[in-house]
């Protein structure tokens, strides 16, 4: 870093690599659990009565292992935070993103002790993923922000119709997600034998709820597809973020299944943890492409009427003047 602080491009490389990281401990905290190392460390921050780092046993390594990860997490989203602050020039919204992003290092830790505290409850070990999804969220948020012009406003990228669709999508996915991790509490894979499950329902039970939920934002995901086929403007906006969400969508599908017909194995379990916070990755992109950073709503009209759109530029330059029109 130099004394005149980063460059916008040094800042996005920096926020990259922290969604990144973010995103890899979500995967390893799911391998401490897999391989029945919940309770390889009993106790927070040590490791147990006497000692603060063992190593002595396969499960105490491993969940040893994953609690020194946190430290480089942290690391990078402390630099991150840094970043933001001496990037020229500093902008607010990123200098708040990145706090966020800090603040949510030491509140992982703590919900992390609970988790150990109350021998892997399940609600805990819950809670424990939300929170990193919601750390995944913001990490994704600070990579999008940080490509924007600095001197831009954000203004509306699509159709309120469109953007309605998108977000009833995004949603849908949330809690497809949200419900696995209660599939996650019945199952075999509690972090230790001794661990607690939920009791108010059958592993086939919350599978197949979990199953009926992923199906409805797969469903929501072909409505919008279908929509979007006279939406020349708005597909284009969303065709990155949403060709990626329909990739891994499939994919995920597929290893959930496979997963169940094969008596849920860790590895592909692992699988299926990192596919689920790629799409919510994916996801958070998807929310963040309703909007763009712009000048004024006359510049947008002039660009859509450069493509040969005419109509689809006063359509667009209605919404982005008066905030209501939708076509």
Same mark, same amino acid.
């Given at each position: %870093?130099?004394?005149?602080?980063?460059?916008?491009?040094? /800042?996005?490389?920096?926020?990259?690599?922290?969604?990144?990281?973010?995103?890899?401990?979500?995967?390893?905290?799911?391998?401490?659990?897999? &391989?029945?190392?919940?309770?390889?460390?009993?106790?927070?921050?040590?490791?147990?009565?006497?000692?603060?780092?063992?190593?002595?046993?396969?499960?105490?390594?491993?969940?040893?292992?994953?609690?020194?990860?946190?430290?480089?997490?942290? !690391?990078?989203?402390?630099?991150?935070?840094?970043?933001?602050?001496?990037?020229?020039?500093?902008?607010?919204?990123?200098?708040?993103?990145? %706090?966020?992003?800090?603040?949510?290092?030491?509140?992982?830790?703590?919900?992390?002790?609970?988790?150990?505290?109350?021998?892997?409850?399940?609600?805990?070990?819950?809670?424990?993923?939300?929170?990193? %999804?919601?750390?995944?969220?913001?990490?994704?948020?600070?990579?999008?922000?940080?490509?924007?012009?600095?001197?831009?406003?954000?203004?509306?990228?699509?159709?309120?119709?469109?953007?309605?669709?998108?977000? !009833? %999508?995004?949603?849908?996915?949330?809690?497809?997600?949200?419900?696995?991790? /209660?599939?996650?509490?019945? +199952?075999?894979?509690?972090?230790?034998?001794?661990?607690?499950? /939920?009791? /108010?329902?059958?592993?086939?039970?919350?599978?197949?709820?979990?199953?009926?939920?992923?199906?409805?934002?797969?469903?929501?995901?072909?409505? !919008?597809?279908?929509?979007?086929?006279?939406?020349?403007?708005?597909?284009?906006?969303?065709?990155?973020?949403?060709?990626?969400?329909?990739?891994?969508?499939?994919?995920?599908?597929?290893? +959930?299944?496979?997963?169940?017909?094969?008596?849920?194995?860790?590895?592909?379990?692992?699988?299926?943890?990192?596919?689920?916070?790629?799409?919510?990755?994916?996801?958070?992109? !998807?929310?963040?492409?309703? &909007?763009?950073?712009?000048?004024?709503?006359? &510049?947008?009209?002039?660009?859509?009427?450069?493509?040969?759109?005419?109509?689809?530029?006063?359509?667009?330059?209605?919404?982005?003047?008066?905030?209501? &029109?939708?076509?």
């Amino acid at each position: %870093m130099r004394s005149e602080g980063f460059t916008p491009e040094e /800042f996005h490389k920096i926020c990259v690599a922290a969604l990144v990281l973010v995103g890899v401990i979500v995967v390893t905290g799911a391998a401490v659990r897999l &391989s029945g190392s919940g309770l390889g460390c009993n106790d927070w921050p040590n490791c147990n009565d006497s000692s603060l780092v063992d190593v002595s046993s396969q499960h105490s390594a491993i969940e040893q292992i994953n609690r020194l990860f946190t430290f480089v997490v942290g !690391l990078a989203v402390v630099l991150a935070a840094l970043g933001a602050w001496v990037r020229r020039p500093r902008r607010r919204d990123l200098v708040w993103l990145s %706090m966020a992003l800090v603040a949510g290092i030491p509140a992982q830790g703590l919900v992390g002790a609970i988790v150990v505290w109350t021998d892997l409850n399940p609600f805990a070990v819950q809670l424990h993923f939300v929170l990193s %999804m919601a750390l995944v969220a913001i990490a994704v948020v600070l990579v999008v922000r940080s490509r924007e012009p600095d001197d831009a406003r954000r203004v509306s990228a699509v159709v309120p119709r469109t953007r309605h669709r998108l977000r !009833l %999508m995004v949603i849908w996915t949330a809690v497809t997600i949200l419900a696995g991790t /209660f599939v996650t509490g019945t +199952g075999p894979h509690a972090g230790d034998e001794r661990a607690r499950r /939920f009791t /108010f329902w059958s592993v086939k039970w919350a599978t197949r709820v979990h199953s009926v939920i992923a199906w409805i934002a797969v469903f929501m995901a072909l409505s !919008l597809l279908w929509h979007l086929r006279k939406r020349a403007h708005d597909r284009e906006v969303l065709d990155a973020p949403l060709t990626a969400w329909m990739c891994v969508a499939v994919v995920q599908g597929g290893v +959930g299944y496979l997963q169940y017909a094969n008596g849920v194995p860790p590895p592909l379990v692992a699988v299926h943890v990192a596919l689920a916070t790629t799409l919510w990755g994916i996801s958070v992109w !998807l929310w963040t492409a309703t &909007s763009r950073p712009s000048g004024t709503a006359r &510049s947008l009209i002039a660009e859509s009427r450069r493509r040969g759109s005419v109509a689809e530029a006063a359509d667009e330059g209605g919404q982005l003047v008066d905030g209501r &029109s939708e076509e």
